[in-house]
């Protein structure tokens, strides 16, 4: 499972720079979680899961997207809002998810 959300981390923070992930396994075999990027403010969940998804479906096989739960998006804010935890700046050196 490891090796696939790697795969996927790589995939979304080439496209969404500076995004941060929080994924998980999910069984049998899936991923789920949440992607937090400033990028997305201003932009309704429609607007926001039509770039997500059409990113994926360019970026990774069938099988892999299959592999995908659910992504939900949020901004640095929201995801504030929603946890109470804020987010380390970027690092480019660092570990860029939770």
Sequence with gaps: MEPFIEKL???LQTEFVNSRDELEPRP???VGGFLIWDGFS????IERQNRLWGVLRERLSRDD????TAI???T???WD??????LE????????HA
Excluded: D, S, Y
């Design 42 to 45: 201003g932009l309704e969940q």
């Design 9 to 11: 981390r790589r995939v």
């Design 65 to 68: 997207q299959l592999r995908i």
């Design 89 to 96: 700046p970027f690092l480019p050196q660092g570990n860029h």
């Design 76 to 78: 640095p804010a929201e």
């Design 28 to 30: 049998p075999r899936k």
């Design 81 to 86: 809002a929603m946890t109470g935890t804020a």
């Design 72 to 74: 939900l998006t949020a």
